[in-house]
């Protein structure tokens, strides 16, 4: 039965990591598996491999808790794989609205990393700035670069294609997946975020849907790596830097509005519609009273999460 428990457990965190703006970290401590999934990927080193090529492979397995973690990452998989198709269409079919749900989850979430913060001074406040804008150069500059491609290229398939096969966007993408599985340790952060701030969150879903494994494959060795790398030094950070590294995640996460701006100057190209990085102001009608509504629904939505979250926390 407890399989089942933690099989399940794993689908609500996968559910969270495919939702911008909903922490797969905040999930698993409220499930109270947190500190026991992080322990279990920490120990993911240099013993463990020792192990395993030393022919211990029990061993080695019973020290990274491996059955655990394959329930707990097979139910979060299942979860992403039903879940993808689904993020895909509103995100082609409904743009602005969809885009706005997100702006919804994510403003009430910063308040988890805010309370993180074991203090609130210059240092912190300069870091705070550093992210704002090192996630604004970033995302103007990618921004920039993509809007001249789409002026530049006639048939959008081969955009697609060039983008996100070219050497460059594979390692990005491995990059990213790194980047992403590491904000599992963080509640308040979660992976499809990470994907969103580095615009690599539709390349992601449409790779799923598709079952592009040139993609995936990149993607799947840079969450290897994270796993193995990035984890420990973000743990190291957040040991030693602790505000200062809280600080600098909010200044992404502040900084991460401008690119999520729903309402974008929209191109034609081959006959179809492409929205550029280019941010406007939204015409009144239809379009803006159904991405303000999405707003609030995601905004609500995480808004009694974290007051569930904090009544489960009093209790316990």
């Known amino acids: 039965m407890k399989y089942i428990i933690d099989l399940i457990k794993g689908l609500l965190i996968g559910v969270a990591n495919i939702i911008p703006g909903i922490s797969g970290g905040t999930f698993a401590l ?11 990927i920490g120990n993911i080193d240099i013993e463990f491999v020792k192990e395993l090529f030393s022919r211990r492979i029990l061993t080695a397995l019973k020290g990274i808790d491996f059955w655990f973690l394959v329930r707990i ?15 895909e269409y509103f995100l082609e079919q409904q743009h602005d609205s969809t885009y706005a749900f ?3 989850l994510i403003i009430p979430s910063i308040a988890v990393p805010w309370k993180m913060m074991q203090r609130r001074k210059t240092p912190e406040y300069i870091w705070f700035m550093a992210g704002v804008i090192f996630l604004l150069a970033l995302s103007i500059g990618f921004g920039h670069l993509n809007d001249q491609k789409l002026e530049i290229k006639a048939e ?4 697609t294609a060039v983008d996100i096969h070219s050497a460059w966007q594979l390692i990005f993408a491995a990059l990213s997946g790194a980047l992403a ?13 990470v994907m969103l701030l580095l615009g690599q969150y539709k390349n992601m879903v449409t790779a799923i849907n598709n079952r592009d494994l ?11 790596l994270g796993i193995i790398m990035f984890t420990r030094l973000l743990n190291m950070l957040l040991k030693k830097f602790h505000s200062q590294t809280i600080a600098f995640l909010i ?13 974008k100057k929209v191109i034609e190209q081959g006959g179809e519609l492409y929205h550029t990085s280019v941010n406007i102001m939204p015409e009144p009608g239809s379009n803006l009273w159904i991405s303000l509504l999405s707003f609030a629904v995601g905004f609500f939505i995480v808004w009694i999460f974290l007051k569930t979250e904090k009544s489960i926390n009093r209790e316990s």
């Open 30 to 40: 409220i499930l109270g598996i947190y500190e026991r999934l992080i322990n279990a």
């Open 73 to 87: 990452f097979l139910g979060a998989i299942i979860s992403i794989v039903l879940l993808s198709r689904v993020i």
């Open 102 to 104: 997100f702006i919804g």
């Open 156 to 159: 959008a398939e081969l955009l």
């Open 181 to 193: 599985i590491s904000a599992m340790i963080l509640p308040g952060i979660s992976g499809s975020f």
């Open 214 to 224: 040139i993609f995936i494959a990149a993607l799947g060795i840079g969450m290897a």
């Open 251 to 263: 200044g992404l996460m502040i900084a991460s509005l401008y690119t999520l701006w729903p309402f």
